[in-house]
């Protein structure tokens, strides 16, 4: 016997280690006569066998050998057959071994027994060959249907997504070289050769459907989308879905470019029509398609998965619902945008991040009554990278939780060592994007942050843009309400360049109207602007709105403003955003209340 108590028979009993390649049969016997013919019977067979003289040394033998079939007597001493089969089916790795039982016909009466509990067959004692063996073989045959099924199962599985019915990444390797197999050889410099389009198809705000309708009306919309794009596609190639939010074609190769958009402009036509969710309700869903070429644009799937997905970033950064070849310039930006990631990443550890602040001034007192928080990145080879350079990047990545934390920190602290100064009836403005304002810990956050630097709610001002709040709809309303129940101030940044509704001035409840810089800039010269921001502050004021215009750069802006009673300004004619350390000891703290000689309304009206 071996150590382990079992024994394995046969000349090359090291076969156990490819299970693939051999059949081994394990047998648990306790009468040493009867499991010695069997054995004999079976190696002469050509099988492996592996013996076991009790139950126990059986189920260790199983365990240990993985065995493609499993002989046992029913009756042994301390561990039954019936043990041995149940105590197997307990072990993931051995409960679908085929087990036969042997029995001596006055156990006749305990087969159903036997079989009831999950055997496959059994044979009766004493032994026949020609019995056993047939035994086997059906077993056997039977096992290996089983597992192929299953195994093709699993395949089926592990390359198909559950969402969409689609293929998976897992077989997207299989229908490109099956593709590119059908491209003719020796032909790469041919501009008549054929080419294989690989498609990238992105889902148009894709996360926008997710926050509005929920995870499970978007999974059934997306089983719809797999449809949609199988019906459209089969015909013209293979449609592989790599997330939930994109896909990948790959096309039967084609000769013209002009076929490729045509099938593409198909693809687009087909998502025209909307999508019907459980409760009939219609839903739109656009798409942007980039196409790269093999080998124009890569030979390896990786170069032209890679390349097609940047061309439908840019269709989507252009509004979606579009298609466009990749080209090489499309990749100066993103390897740019790749590094300018790497570095932004390392900004905040480096100190490279600086905030500054921009004043703001009272029209009515020429006080400097406040001023906006802004940030600013030195970085040591690029030198100054302008907020409109890295924030979208930032949002994207979503860096801009932990920088826009910092931001309202650092302004935070700096307001609180300005009042130490003896700074007086001063309020800090910090921007607040779209991801920070749906943080689901932004009412914590900015609470212990007020806190630890002992200031009154009232003192800040949180500025968010109108995209910010129409797109988060009710949800903006609540987080809105949330906010200015801490005593916070609430601006709404940029008025007049997003939606402009009138009617959410009344849905959100906002302290401060920001008239953006691109209708102040040279407003007394322009009529329609001269209409619009009149209104716009008779409006404010009658809902009881604080203005504020940004971008004043001359004294014709500055007198129009203070003419028709905007409450207070921010630009360079005033002040350039400074450093905290400057902003105390700069002139304009003592500046006397600006004077505007009497204007006549009739002189902007007359401006054509």
């Known amino acids: 016997m071996s150590p382990n108590n079992f024994s394995v028979q046969n000349d090359v009993s090291s076969g156990l280690q490819n299970p693939g390649e051999i059949t081994a049969i394990l047998v648990i016997e306790d009468d040493y006569v009867i499991r010695k013919l069997t054995r004999r019977i079976l190696t002469n067979a050509g099988y492996i066998v592996i013996e076991a003289s009790d139950g126990e040394k059986g189920i260790q033998a199983a365990k240990e050998y993985h065995p ?6 029913v009756m042994m001493p301390h561990l039954s057959g019936y043990d041995v089969l149940a105590r197997l089916q307990q072990q993931e790795a051995t409960e679908m071994i085929p ?3 042997l029995t001596a016909q006055a156990e006749g009466q305990q087969l159903r027994q036997g079989m009831a509990s999950g055997a496959d067959d059994y044979l009766m004692k004493p032994i026949q060959a020609a019995e056993l063996l047939k035994a086997v073989e059906v077993r056997l045959n039977k096992y290996s249907k089983v597992k192929q099924y299953y195994s093709e199962q699993l395949n089926q599985l592990s390359e198909k997504d559950s969402l969409t019915g689609l293929p998976n990444q897992n077989r997207i390797t299989y229908a490109f070289e099956k593709v590119v197999a059908q491209l003719p050889l020796g032909q790469e410099d041919s501009e008549t050769v054929p080419s294989t389009p690989l498609l990238s198809i992105g889902l148009d705000r894709f996360q926008l459907l997710n926050e509005y309708l929920g995870h499970g009306i978007v999974s059934a919309l997306l089983k719809q989308v797999g449809d949609r794009l199988q019906q459209t596609l089969e015909k013209y190639g293979t449609v592989v879905s790599l997330n939930t939010s994109e896909f990948c074609a790959i096309l039967h190769p084609l000769e013209h470019r002009h076929e490729v958009v045509n099938i593409a402009e198909e693809i687009l036509a087909a998502f025209s029509s909307p999508f019907t969710t459980e409760d009939q309700q219609d839903v739109f869903i656009s798409l942007s398609i980039g196409i790269a070429l093999y080998i124009r644009d890569g030979i390896t799937l990786d170069e032209l998965l890679s390349n097609a997905h940047t061309a439908m970033l840019r269709v989507q950064k252009q509004g979606g619902n579009q ?3 990749y080209s090489v310039a499309m990749n100066v930006g993103r390897l740019n945008t790749v590094s300018l990631e790497a570095d932004l990443r390392q900004a905040l ?6 905030v500054v602040y921009q004043p703001k001034m009272n029209l009515q007192t020429g006080k400097v009554v406040g001023a906006e928080a802004l940030l600013r990145w030195f970085h040591p080879t690029r030198g100054l990278v302008l907020p409109n350079q890295f924030i979208s990047l930032a949002e994207e990545t979503g860096l801009i939780i932990p920088i826009g934390e910092y931001v309202m920190e650092e302004a935070c602290c ?3 060592r300005w009042q130490l100064a003896g700074l007086k009836d001063f309020y800090m403005s910090i921007n607040l994007s779209a991801k920070q304002f749906t943080q689901l810990n932004l009412h914590h956050r900015l609470s212990q942050i007020i806190i630890n630097n002992q200031l009154q709610p009232q003192d800040i001002q949180l500025e968010l843009t109108e995209s910010t709040l129409v797109n988060n709809g009710e949800v903006s309303i609540r987080r809105l309400k949330a ?7 609430i ?3 940029d008025f007049g360049t997003g939606y402009s509704s009138l009617s959410y001035l009344q849905q959100f409840s906002f302290d401060t109207l920001k008239l953006d810089r691109s209708f102040i800039h040279g407003i007394h010269r322009n009529r329609v602007n001269i209409t619009i921001i009149t209104a716009i502050i008779e409006m404010a004021h009658n809902l009881n709105l604080k203005v504020v215009a940004e971008g004043v750069e001359d004294e014709g802006e500055l007198e129009f403003l203070t003419r028709f009673n905007c409450d207070e300004i921010q630009g360079f004619l005033f002040s350039r955003p400074i450093k905290a350390e400057e902003f105390l000891s700069s002139p304009f703290m003592d500046l006397e209340p600006y004077s505007s000689p009497f204007m006549d309304f009739e ?6």
């Open 603 to 608: 002189a902007y009206t007359d401006v054509a």
């Open 99 to 101: 087990f036969i039982f």
């Open 491 to 493: 601006a709404l940044d």
């Open 414 to 416: 700096q307001l609180r």
């Open 349 to 354: 550890e480096r100190n490279e991040l600086e």
């Open 68 to 73: 493609d079939l499993i002989i046992c007597d």
């Open 323 to 325: 298609h466009a070849f």
């Open 483 to 489: 906010l200015r129940s801490l005593g916070l101030k």
